[in-house]
Antibody, heavy 123, light 110 residues
């Protein structure tokens, strides 16, 4: 069974940093493109960014609000996806979801989702 | 702010048909596939429709999708109480070089 388990969410001060992790299992992580999506309290979904598989270059794309502050990376030896968040702002407060791209259906984005981890940015 | 516009709410009685629209532009819906996600209360989103009108395994055929030009729609026929959820459209935007979601539609079963 494909599983994604996020962790690392916490309460952090504005301007601070936090690293989220997403432990993957049930599929070949090396081959997977992965994405992060967030949802602010009571709001809609917002795509944060994605990372391609190393075989496809391992490149990243980011949404404009987080570009230059957030970094997505992956560790194939641990089957884990990361989201490094720096210079956090109150508007980054959200539940952060880890998702796979094309694991259950080839080429289909965000086909499997984790349960999410909560990040609160507040002083 | 999202580049894809959905009505904030839609409702119907059990058995009725409800349609949700998703309006975009040539750089997103007009050039790429549309996907739909269902988010039941208190849970993570789930893929509901892919490549405009394809249902993943396990999704009832009461759900159907379509796309025309720069708009897409999701229809739920034979509405059931378990369909009460938030629904989001999504696609890639060539101008933004990123994925975009719709504003979301809350479906209520009266």
């Amino acid at each position: 069974e494909v599983q994604l388990v996020e962790s690392g969410g916490d309460l952090v001060n504005p301007g601070g940093s936090l690293r989220l992790s997403c432990a993957a299992s049930g599929f070949t992580f090396n081959n997977a493109w992965m994405s992060w999506v967030r949802q602010a309290p009571g709001k809609g979904l917002e795509w944060v960014g994605r990372i391609k598989s190393k075989a496809d270059g391992g490149t990243t794309d980011y949404a404009a609000p987080v570009k230059g502050r957030f970094t997505i990376s992956r560790d194939e030896s641990k089957d884990t996806l990361y989201l490094q968040m720096n210079s956090l702002k109150t508007e980054d407060t959200a539940v952060y979801y880890c998702t796979t791209d094309g694991i259950t259906i080839f080429g289909v984005p965000m086909d499997v989702w984790g349960k999410g981890t909560t990040v609160t940015v507040s002083s | 702010q999202s580049v894809l516009t959905q009505p904030p709410s839609a409702s119907g009685t059990p058995g009725q048909r409800v349609t949700i629209s998703c309006s975009g532009s040539i750089s997103n819906i007009g050039s790429n596939y549309v996907y739909w996600y269902q988010q039941l209360p208190g849970t993570a989103p789930k893929l509901l429709m892919y490549r405009n009108n394809q249902r993943p395994s396990g999704v009832p055929d009461r759900f159907s999708g379509s796309k025309s030009g720069t708009s897409a729609s999701l229809a739920i026929s034979g509405l059931r109480s378990e369909d009460e959820a938030d629904y989001y459209c999504a696609t890639w935007d060539d101008s933004l070089s990123g994925r975009v979601f719709g504003t979301g539609t809350k479906v209520t079963v009266l």
